[in-house]
């Protein structure tokens, strides 16, 4: 089996690489040259570098190829910075999936293509309406949400109109190791371990720590979306979460436990998002029903990303 992954050095896509190369596939994995990876486990040769907003360049590194199997990871991932930069957003994501959707059809094969669609498409939500389930309608309100609502669309319409095999797992956050401190989890791990290295003083600065997220390992979340590819339905969205919300202040206190220091907490409005949902929970229902089994705790989780932050410092 040939696996073709768009992203390949990020922290979900490097997981995939290496997950579909223990079991024996041959793996591909699409970069744009600026890409780097902190995950030693990527192979260098696996990595073809190149852009996904260059149809031309990316359509013949598909017919050279011919994959079984697209993950389609590459994108601009962060929903707080979305604010910043919208245009990059949406034209990386809308567009960049529109060229990955139209090679894979242009490959007039069986292809399986994956998706990475988002919990930011639920979007203006309130506790009430949580856990969220598939059907819910979808209300985005950043423009990250916005942009994962159109990949999301974009596969669903290849899937009807041109029988494309397209996967859509709405993906809740997902938490490991090798991820830049672009989100609370990672911010926090990072300044901890400074502080326990002495670099920092003891103080971290941190955003809303009231809102409530459901996180899962990054690891669980892979086997979830093979599970999807594997057994699911194309062009039907599902969540890949946990079931479980954690508050952000509760995750601190775990990550300070973990590295055993102590540190004042300071407020910083820098770090506050323009709209932040109280509550994001998914219901799992779908994916367990395919046979998902979660096997980190979140505590292993933070044990293990502030444990990276401590080698990378």
């Keep these: 089996m040939k696996v073709l992954v768009t992203g390949g050095t990020g922290m979900v896509g490097s997981h ?50 011919k994959p079984d199997v697209v993950i389609h990871m590459a994108a601009q991932a962060f929903n707080g910075d979305s604010w910043n930069s919208e245009y990059v957003t949406h034209n ?11 090679c894979a059809r242009e490959l007039d094969s069986d292809v399986k293509v994956l998706l990475a669609c988002s919990s930011a498409e639920y979007g203006n939500i309130t506790p009430e309406d949580c856990p969220l389930v598939e059907d819910r309608l979808l209300t985005p309100w950043t423009p990250y949400g916005v942009s994962k609502v159109g990949v999301e669309m974009l596969g669903r319409q290849y899937f009807l109109n041109f029988g494309l095999k397209t996967f859509l797992p709405r993906m809740f956050i997902h938490v490991g190791t090798g991820h830049p401190p672009a989100t609370a989890i990672q911010n926090f791990a990072r300044q901890l371990a400074l502080i326990k290295k002495g670099v920092l003083e003891p103080e971290i600065h941190v955003g809303n720590l009231t809102s409530a997220r459901d ?4 690891r669980d979340g892979v086997d979830a979306m093979r599970l999807v590819l594997e057994k699911g339905n194309p062009g039907e969205p599902v969540n890949i979460c946990t079931g479980t919300a954690y508050k952000i202040q509760e995750i601190l206190d775990m990550l300070v436990e973990i590295s055993g220091t102590h540190a004042k907490v300071i407020s910083d409005p820098a770090l506050f998002r323009v709209a932040d949902e109280p509550l994001l929970l998914g219901d799992n229902s779908k994916i367990k029903a395919l046979g998902f089994v979660q096997k980190y705790t979140m505590y292993q989780t933070l044990e ?7 080698d990378r410092i």
């Design 16 to 65: 995939f690489m290496n997950r579909y190369k223990q079991d024996g596939a041959e793996v591909y994995g699409i970069a744009r040259n600026s890409a780097s990876s902190r995950l030693a486990a990527v192979q260098d040769q696996s990595i073809i570098r190149c852009d996904i907003m260059e149809r031309d360049a990316l359509m013949k590194i598909f017919k050279e190829i």
């Design 92 to 102: 990386t994501n809308y567009i960049g999936t529109l060229n990955v959707l139209y």
């Design 304 to 310: 293990d990303v502030f444990s990276d932050w401590m």
């Design 215 to 218: 996180f899962i390992d990054v």
